[in-house]
C-alpha cells in the first residue's frame, strides 16, 4: 500500500482565513501571511474564485468569506 499527497493542498483544521480579521491579517509580513494560508501552492493550489487568497486582503469585502465566517460566528455563539 502506498499512500502519496501533496503537502501543499493539505490544510490546517482550523481554516485561519475565517478565524482570523482581515484588518489584523493586513498587518502581518508577507511569509506570516502565506503560512497561515493566504498563499499559493506551486502558484495554482488554493485559490479563491480564481484568485490568490492574498488578493482579498486589500478588499473591503468578499461575499463568499464575509458569509462563511458569518455562519461560523453564529454557531460558535450558540
Known amino acids: 500500500m ?8 493539505v490544510r490546517q483544521q482550523v481554516n ?3 478565524s482570523i480579521p482581515r484588518e489584523l491579517v493586513r498587518c502581518f509580513e508577507p511569509r ?7 498563499g499559493l501552492y506551486a502558484g495554482k493550489m488554493g485559490r ?4 490568490p487568497p492574498a488578493d482579498y486582503l486589500d478588499a473591503d469585502r ?5 458569509a462563511v465566517a458569518d455562519r461560523l460566528q453564529t ?3 450558540l
Open 2 to 9: 502506498t499512500i502519496n499527497f501533496c503537502v501543499g493542498f
Open 16 to 18: 485561519q482565513q475565517l
Open 48 to 51: 479563491i474564485d480564481w484568485r
Open 62 to 66: 468578499h461575499p463568499f468569506l464575509d
Open 32 to 38: 506570516l501571511q502565506e503560512l497561515i494560508g493566504y
Open 75 to 77: 454557531s460558535v455563539r
